[in-house]
């Protein structure tokens, strides 16, 4: 498969040293005033959380009541809506530790939204991550975990107020979520930290074939630059283990000073059908934070998104994205976020009042308010 070769090439070079342990957020170098709330602890357990809501402005006006398309977690139009809340406990590895992160809302129900629920089983939907760490003394950073955590791919984390805009992109919104498995990551130097996963596959607590999923993730972070890449490879399609699926997620990251950030974050995937058809995405974003001040800051993002089938939007269809995020941080946990998108596509694929799927595009007005606590 010259598709398979292709996209292994890079990482076989990495494979000797063997996760970046967790997803990768454009790390925000703004200056932080007003101050943060201090973190919240119990003796050796710190706890964090937040609460998401928004109001969407579709003007399309669909009779969903839905932004069409894609959009994770802004998916509500023309309504108020609780994104999501979220309560986080977690003791670092020292040399036993664990996180579990437990929540509710319409954003939990999108992030589980490929979980097959059997019965007794519909709890999962309440958990984001829960997993166990090891992380021997001595060993040199070197962390073991176990459980379900969020994926290493992509430049965007799960939270809200952890991103540069409210909306999630394209690349997010078709890529996975979580897994669940094992991964072990181990620093090399003090700018690499490499890893190595095993998990059910995409998307899955409970795996739906036989097969399992590897993980191959490198993180370089330097003062200023710095890259990540992550490999995802494994059978996904449900009781077949025939026709594999392969994901490269590479993300740049650019803090030249605290006033300005930027990244750019690039996917290839490749996936053969059972009947002998291939399934190729290809897609770039790229995205900047302006801080004009202590409390205000302005992201511009815009992205392409190339699905040529099987296993993402649906369509096979040119994917487009912009978005204009302002932001107002206030004191003691608390910001307000307003923003522009624009998503279009080279085929019908937006509703419009009573029509679906029969426009090329869709314009949403947005305002989200978020308060947190101990992150």
Same mark, same amino acid.
């Given at each position: 498969?010259?598709?398979s070769t292709?996209?292994?090439a890079?990482?076989?070079l990495?494979?000797a040293?063997v996760c970046a342990t967790g997803?990768?957020p454009?790390a925000d170098t703004?200056?932080?005033a !007003?101050?943060?709330?201090?973190?919240?602890t119990s003796?050796?357990?710190?706890?964090s959380?937040? =609460?998401d *809501?928004?109001?969407?402005?579709?003007?399309n006006h669909? *009779?969903?009541?839905?932004n069409?398309?894609?959009?994770?977690?802004?998916?509500? *139009?023309n309504?108020?809506s609780l994104? @999501?809340?979220?309560?986080?406990? #977690?003791?670092?590895?020292?040399?036993i530790g664990f996180r579990? +992160?437990l929540?509710?809302?319409?954003?939990?129900?999108?992030f589980?939204?490929?979980?097959p629920? #059997? /019965?007794?089983?519909?709890?999962?939907r309440n958990?984001?991550?829960?997993?166990?760490?090891?992380?021997p $003394?001595g060993?040199?950073?070197?962390?073991? /975990?176990?459980?379900?955590f969020v994926?290493s791919?992509g430049?965007e984390?799960?939270?809200?107020h952890l %991103?540069w805009?409210y909306?999630?992109?394209?690349?997010y919104?078709?890529g996975?979520?979580?897994?669940?498995g094992?991964?072990i990551?181990?620093?090399v130097?003090? =700018?690499?930290t490499t890893g190595? &996963?095993v998990?059910n596959?995409w998307?899955n =607590?409970?795996d739906?074939n036989?097969?399992?999923?590897?993980?191959?993730t490198?993180?370089? *972070?330097?003062?200023k630059?710095s890259?990540f890449n %992550?490999?995802?490879a494994?059978?996904?399609?449900t009781?077949?283990?025939?026709?594999w699926?392969?994901?490269?997620? &590479?993300?740049?990251l650019l803090t !030249?000073n605290?006033?300005?950030?930027?990244y750019?974050?690039? %996917?290839y995937g490749?996936?053969?059908?059972? /009947?002998g058809?291939?399934g190729?995405?290809?897609?770039?974003a790229?995205?900047?934070?302006?801080?004009?001040? +202590?409390?205000?800051a302005i992201?511009?993002r815009i992205?392409y998104?190339?699905d040529?089938?099987i296993w993402t939007?649906?369509?096979?269809?040119?994917l487009k994205e912009?978005?204009?995020?302002? $932001?107002?941080?206030?004191s003691k946990?608390f910001?307000t976020? @307003? $923003?522009?998108r624009?998503?279009w596509s %080279? #085929?019908?694929f937006f509703d419009?009042?009573n029509q679906?799927?029969?426009?090329?595009?869709q314009?949403t007005?947005l305002?989200g308010f978020i308060?947190?606590?101990? #992150?």
């Open positions: 498969m010259k598709y292709c996209i292994l890079p990482y076989v990495l494979f040293a997803q990768t454009p703004s200056q932080q !007003p101050a943060d709330p201090p973190a919240w003796g050796p357990i710190k706890f959380g937040f =609460v *809501a928004y109001y969407s402005l579709n003007l669909p *009779a969903s009541g839905s069409s398309g894609v959009r994770f977690f802004d998916q509500k *139009a309504t108020f994104n @999501m809340a979220k309560l986080t406990l #977690e003791h670092a590895p020292e040399p579990v +992160d929540g509710f809302g319409r954003g939990f129900d999108l589980h939204a490929f979980e629920l #059997e /019965d007794g089983q519909t709890i999962n958990i984001m991550q829960a997993y166990v760490s090891v992380k $003394e060993w040199g950073g070197f962390q073991f /975990d176990f459980g379900k994926t791919a430049a984390p799960t939270e809200t %991103n805009n909306s999630r992109s394209l690349i919104s078709l996975p979520f979580y897994h669940f094992a991964r990551a181990k620093p130097n003090s =700018v690499w190595f &996963q998990v596959g998307n =607590v409970d739906n036989s097969g399992k999923t590897i993980g191959i490198n993180a370089f *972070a330097g003062k630059i890259y %992550n490999y995802y494994g059978p996904e399609k009781g077949t283990n025939e026709g699926r392969q994901f490269s997620d &590479q993300v740049l !030249p605290d006033k300005a950030s930027f750019l974050n690039y %996917n490749y996936e053969k059908g059972t /009947d058809t291939k190729i995405i290809s897609a770039i790229a995205a900047a934070r302006f801080q004009a001040n +202590d409390i205000f992201s511009p992205e998104y190339n040529r089938g939007s649906g369509t096979i269809q040119k912009f978005t204009l995020t302002a $932001e107002l941080k206030h946990g910001l976020r @307003m $923003e522009y624009r998503d %080279n #085929e019908p419009r009042g679906t799927g029969n426009f090329k595009s314009n007005f305002i308060a947190y606590f101990g #992150e």
